[in-house]
């Protein structure tokens, strides 16, 4: 036997002629149904620029466009340790970061997995375990104590309004979170309230969102990074403008921040069009919306987001078997409970490397359906459509930053289990980037790449920045902040 090398993993060549007829026309109708053509990213990616435009007015829109009150682009000579914590929508992480001083970080850090109750359990519920998983990160990293309280960025990717950095107002709860007596309140000393109690040595310095972290992160060790952007559980992005460009700002700006001073903004784009004017939906997506604890809200957020694509896919085969095409006598009782696939089930499906899709029929036995290897070639290529839909949906935010900003060349700086691990995610973003602003170049000028540690370091760097200002007795928020 000749010995080649490793053997290259196999690659599926997905022949469908063994499909028939009635699962083939079910594939062409779901096709029909989540394609996005090039013209109609156009016109989404237009009027996206109207929503950001319309979020920066006075009047407001739909799109929050919330200054961040980052005021200082990173020197790269932000020096100290610094804790972080990233309340995500799956995960709690602290991180220590010590930075270099030298555009160089190192980071430690822990991940707590949110118990799922959490997400409709009470606020104390959730501030005391964030404070209880900081209690234990601290004790662990400095077993002897510390001289001093730590400084803590507080990334908190959820909406919340800022009148200066170190606070901030939850709008609403977003990703299936629904938790009473915290919309409307600033939930920084809510969870400084748990940490004094507990005797954690942390001041909460700063409050950042996930994307803002993201993009100062980004641009510490990437000139070229202007957008930083979150493909997760949910969907986000945040970008520099410049404070005389906001018009809901003015009036508001102490002496010290200059009309022409850079303002970081949180833009909270998973709101776009909840109005439902451009986004094509489908029964599925308004389903996902009605059956949510937010109906009305997060339009963008719900079609393309990593809380909902693996709850789409189950809808499309619950209403599949409903009509008789799959899953013939079999027991679907899993399937039909709500959320019961996360996004990384289409993502494995799209991964299976079999022709006869073992790796699908595997995963569906867990859930006590047995599969034909037609029904199975079906289940892929659903998960094939909504991904690229997914993927196409998801640069409409980044075309429209860029064109609203003028950006010919970008670095947009992406994180998130969506970016990172579902298949084909960036091929299908880039495409859908070209389709938007059909380029005749070789090498694409506006790229999405992989982001530095926004909700880590960006936090660090943030509440490095915020520290610095407060020392020289300057302004970090509107007047009297
Ligand atoms: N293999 C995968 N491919 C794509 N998405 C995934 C995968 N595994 C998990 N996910 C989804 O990613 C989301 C978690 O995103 P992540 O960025 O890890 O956390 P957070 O959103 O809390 O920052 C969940 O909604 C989950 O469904
Ligand atoms: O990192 P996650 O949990 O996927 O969050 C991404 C975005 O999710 C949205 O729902 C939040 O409103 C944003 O603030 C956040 O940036």
């Given at each position: 036997m000749v010995h080649l090398g490793p053997k290259a993993p196999p690659s599926r060549k997905g022949s469908m002629a063994d499909v028939p007829r009635s699962l083939l026309d079910q594939i062409k109708q779901i096709e029909t149904l989540f394609t996005v053509k090039p013209e109609k990213l156009i016109s989404i990616s237009d009027h996206f620029v109207k929503e950001l435009d319309k979020g920066l007015s006075k009047q407001g829109g739909n799109i929050p466009m919330i200054p961040g009150w980052v005021l200082d682009y990173p020197t790269g000579e932000e020096k100290g340790d610094y804790l972080a914590i990233d309340l995500g929508g799956t995960n709690l992480r602290v991180v220590l970061v010590k930075l270099g001083g030298d555009r160089t970080f190192d980071t430690t850090q822990s991940k707590y997995s949110l118990p799922s109750s959490m997400r409709t359990g009470t606020a104390d519920e959730l501030f005391s375990f964030?404070?209880?998983?900081?209690?234990?990160?601290?004790?662990?990293?400095?077993?002897?104590?510390?001289?001093s309280p730590l400084p803590l960025g507080f990334t908190f990717s959820y909406p919340a309004s800022q009148d200066a950095i170190n606070m901030g107002v939850l709008q609403r709860w977003t990703k299936g979170f629904d938790i009473d007596g915290v919309e409307g309140h600033d939930v920084v000393p809510m969870l400084q309230k748990f940490i004094s109690?507990?005797?954690?040595?942390?001041?909460?310095?700063?409050?950042?969102?996930?994307?803002?972290?993201?993009l100062i992160a980004s641009m510490y060790t990437d000139s070229e990074a202007k957008l930083g952007l979150i493909f997760g559980t949910g969907v986000n992005g945040a970008y520099y403008d410049v404070v005389k460009d906001i018009p809901k700002l003015e009036g508001k700006l102490p002496a010290d921040v200059s009309p022409d001073s850079p303002m970081a903004v949180n833009c909270e784009y998973g709101a776009f069009d909840n109005e439902h004017l451009v986004l094509p939906r489908t029964k599925y997506d308004i389903q996902i919306d009605q059956e949510s604890p937010r109906p009305g809200q997060q339009s963008y957020e719900k079609m393309i987001a990593g809380y909902y694509l693996g709850e789409l896919l189950r809808l499309i085969l619950l209403d599949l078997a409903k009509d008789g095409f799959i899953f013939e006598n079999q027991n679907l009782s899993k399937?039909?409970?709500?959320?019961?696939?996360?996004?990384?089930?289409?993502?494995?499906?799209e991964e299976d490397p079999y022709e006869n899709l073992s790796d699908v029929e595997s995963l569906f036995l867990q859930l006590g359906i047995v599969t034909t290897e037609p029904e199975r070639k079906l289940i892929r290529a659903i998960c094939e459509i909504i991904g690229t839909r997914a993927a196409r949906l998801s640069i409409c935010g980044i075309a429209a930053i860029c064109k609203k900003r003028g950006y010919k060349t970008a670095h947009c700086a992406a994180d998130g289990s969506v970016y990172t691990k579902y298949p084909n995610f960036k091929q299908r973003a880039a495409q859908?980037?070209?389709?938007i602003f059909q380029w005749n170049t070789k090498e694409d000028p506006i790229v999405i790449v992989p982001a530095e540690d926004g909700s880590g370091?960006?936090?660090?760097?943030?509440?490095?920045?915020?520290?610095?200002?407060?020392?020289?007795?300057?302004?970090?928020?509107?007047?009297g902040n």
């Open positions: 964030i404070a209880d998983c900081l209690d234990k990160f601290v004790k662990e990293e400095f077993p002897e104590g510390v001289s109690q507990k005797n954690v040595p942390i001041n909460v310095v700063a409050l950042i969102n996930d994307t803002t972290g993201t399937l039909q409970k709500p959320y019961v696939m996360d996004t990384s089930y289409p993502a494995r499906i859908g980037l070209r389709d370091a960006g936090a660090a760097i943030i509440a490095a920045l915020t520290e610095k200002r407060l020392a020289a007795g300057l302004s970090v928020g509107i007047k």
